[in-house]
């Protein structure tokens, strides 16, 4: 359904949108059930301290501790991520008007530069479970202390987030425990580094900068002047080298190369993680229409999990030095996945429809229970328009649509079994 998108999931049995592959593996009242029926937990066991996400907890805790078992890139990208929705009665949907998706459920994320999630955690308001040791920190600093907690310390890992959760403290305390990070930093978290001015430096050119280092805790504050002016904050990056972009200058009116910081580009190339991996889940995502919040999240989990599976496939596949174009896309990537999951532990003979002697007990009663699909009759512009009903003799009988006797005569044009008989004329009663 992530692949096919229809208005509605009846629309994948109904007669004019019929959809083969998932109708003829699952009938639609058995979908309808097992949808009505999908829980997590027992709702028996709710008391006060369960929090806002006891209902997906379980969800939630497999596929991070799936996520975390990954072996770590050594760049790092830490930002929000958004789960569509706009179901009520969940207690943690935000709303944010600068989003893309502007209702939704908050997801912090740690990702790698190639999309790979490697850990998050769901927002819940003040009901985040964010250990008190990182209570020191501002509150959107805490959330990236929180998420770098299983990263490999001491190991040459990196994390850039954006000036959301910049501070001078968090960077400071990631150098402290082994992490090196770098990002963008708003002006008013500064704490009066002595930098140049905003105003003196827009008089200067395109490419003008100006930086100032700690000693004691070996920070460095960039300021550039692009086509607005930058803050940047890192422990372990620097304006050496500087290199050169293509820009427009507004004076001479034509494009030049302008002086750029190493920290930008570094920042430009590792920052995009999480982004990449909104994209890459919001190409086939499964969505479902539903009041209950925590099938959004659960069906959002398994996207995260099919998109981390393939990335994982393109990994092993350079690894065995296959050639990098001949590896399936993420689209081909879900229909193996989704055949798989509709073959598992079953036999050849369940499969198919075969013959009803092959199978035995109840599977053989359901076997010639199953309805067969109905040939739909045209809308009446086609059914009375009297142009190319031509009868088609065909050597199976079927059952006429007026009459219901059996008839070999077929209408070329509605593909519908008539009765074309001397005492008993449907074909001409059904197109008049």
């Given at each position: 359904?992530?692949?096919?998108?229809?208005?509605?999931?009846?629309?994948?049995?109904?007669?004019?949108?019929?959809?083969?592959?998932?109708?003829?593996?699952?009938?639609?009242?058995?979908y309808?059930?097992?949808?009505?029926?999908?829980?997590?937990?027992?709702?028996?066991?709710f008391?006060?301290?369960?929090?806002?996400?006891?209902?997906?907890?379980?969800?939630?805790e497999?596929?991070?501790?799936?996520?975390?078992?990954?072996?770590?890139?050594?760049?790092?990208?830490?930002?929000?991520?958004?789960?569509?929705?706009k179901?009520?009665y969940?207690?943690i949907r935000q709303?944010?008007?600068?989003?893309?998706?502007?209702?939704?459920?908050?997801?912090?994320?740690?990702?790698?530069?190639?999309?790979?999630?490697?850990?998050?955690y769901?927002?819940?308001?003040?009901?985040?479970?964010?250990?008190?040791?990182?209570?020191?920190?501002s509150?959107?600093?805490?959330?990236v202390?929180?998420?770098?907690?299983?990263?490999?310390?001491?190991?040459?890992?990196?994390?850039?987030?954006?000036?959301?959760?910049s501070?001078?403290?968090?960077?400071?305390?990631?150098?402290?425990?082994?992490?090196?990070?770098?990002?963008?930093?708003?002006?008013?978290?500064?704490?009066?580094?002595p930098?140049?001015?905003?105003?003196?430096?827009k008089?200067?050119?395109?490419?003008?900068?100006?930086?100032?280092?700690?000693?004691?805790s070996?920070?460095?504050v960039?300021?550039?002047l692009?086509?607005?002016?930058?803050?940047?904050?890192?422990?372990?990056?620097?304006?050496?080298?500087?290199?050169?972009?293509?820009?427009?200058?507004?004076?001479?009116?034509?494009?030049?190369?302008?002086?750029?910081?190493y920290?930008?580009?570094?920042?430009?190339?590792?920052?995009?993680?999480?982004?990449?991996?909104?994209?890459?889940?919001?190409?086939?995502?499964?969505?479902?229409?539903?009041?209950?919040?925590?099938?959004?999240v659960?069906?959002?989990?398994?996207?995260?999990?099919?998109?981390?599976?393939?990335?994982?496939?393109?990994?092993?596949?350079?690894?065995?030095?296959?050639?990098?174009?001949?590896?399936?896309?993420?689209?081909?990537?879900?229909?193996?996945i989704?055949?798989?999951?509709?073959?598992?532990?079953?036999?050849?003979?369940?499969?198919?429809?075969g013959r009803?002697?092959?199978?035995?007990?109840?599977?053989?009663?359901?076997?010639?229970?199953?309805k067969?699909?109905?040939?739909?009759?045209?809308?009446?512009?086609i059914?009375?328009?009297?142009?190319?009903?031509?009868?088609k003799?065909?050597?199976?009988?079927?059952?006429?649509?007026?009459?219901q006797?059996?008839?070999?005569?077929?209408c070329?044009?509605?593909?519908?079994?008539?009765?074309?008989?001397?005492?008993?004329n449907?074909?001409v009663?059904?197109?008049?």
């Amino acid at each position: 359904m992530g692949l096919v998108k229809l208005p509605a999931y009846s629309s994948y049995w109904s007669t004019s949108l019929r959809y083969p592959l998932i109708a003829d593996n699952m009938p639609r009242n058995r979908y309808k059930l097992l949808q009505q029926n999908l829980h997590f937990v027992d709702n028996t066991t709710f008391s006060e301290d369960s929090g806002k996400l006891f209902k997906i907890a379980p969800v939630i805790e497999l596929i991070q501790k799936q996520c975390i078992s990954l072996e770590p890139e050594r760049f790092h990208a830490i930002d929000e991520q958004i789960i569509p929705s706009k179901t009520k009665y969940s207690k943690i949907r935000q709303y944010n008007p600068k989003k893309p998706c502007k209702w939704g459920f908050k997801n912090m994320v740690r990702a790698g530069r190639s999309g790979m999630m490697y850990d998050f955690y769901l927002y819940a308001g003040k009901e985040s479970t964010i250990p008190a040791e990182y209570s020191h920190l501002s509150v959107s600093a805490q959330s990236v202390a929180y998420l770098c907690m299983e990263l490999p310390k001491h190991e040459d890992k990196v994390v850039f987030f954006d000036n959301w959760f910049s501070t001078l403290d968090l960077i400071q305390y990631l150098k402290g425990i082994g992490i090196k990070a770098a990002g963008t930093i708003r002006p008013n978290r500064l704490h009066g580094c002595p930098v140049i001015p905003s105003k003196e430096l827009k008089k200067k050119d395109r490419g003008s900068l100006d930086y100032c280092i700690d000693k004691n805790s070996a920070l460095i504050v960039v300021k550039w002047l692009d086509n607005s002016i930058v803050h940047l904050v890192s422990n372990c990056f620097g304006i050496a080298p500087l290199s050169t972009i293509y820009r427009w200058r507004s004076k001479t009116k034509e494009k030049k190369n302008v002086a750029c910081p190493y920290i930008v580009p570094a920042y430009n190339k590792c920052m995009g993680g999480v982004d990449l991996a909104d994209m890459l889940i919001a190409l086939y995502r499964t969505e479902v229409k539903t009041r209950r919040w925590y099938i959004k999240v659960f069906w959002h989990f398994v996207d995260v999990a099919k998109v981390n599976a393939c990335i994982l496939y393109k990994w092993h596949y350079q690894q065995l030095g296959l050639p990098i174009n001949k590896h399936q896309a993420l689209a081909e990537f879900t229909v193996d996945i989704s055949n798989a999951l509709i073959q598992a532990n079953k036999s050849k003979a369940i499969q198919g429809r075969g013959r009803p002697a092959k199978l035995s007990g109840i599977k053989q009663v359901q076997q010639r229970n199953r309805k067969k699909p109905v040939i739909p009759i045209p809308n009446n512009d086609i059914r009375y328009d009297h142009i190319g009903h031509w009868p088609k003799p065909q050597k199976d009988k079927k059952r006429c649509r007026l009459c219901q006797s059996y008839s070999r005569m077929m209408c070329a044009k509605c593909n519908v079994f008539l009765c074309l008989l001397a005492n008993r004329n449907c074909y001409v009663d059904f197109h008049s």
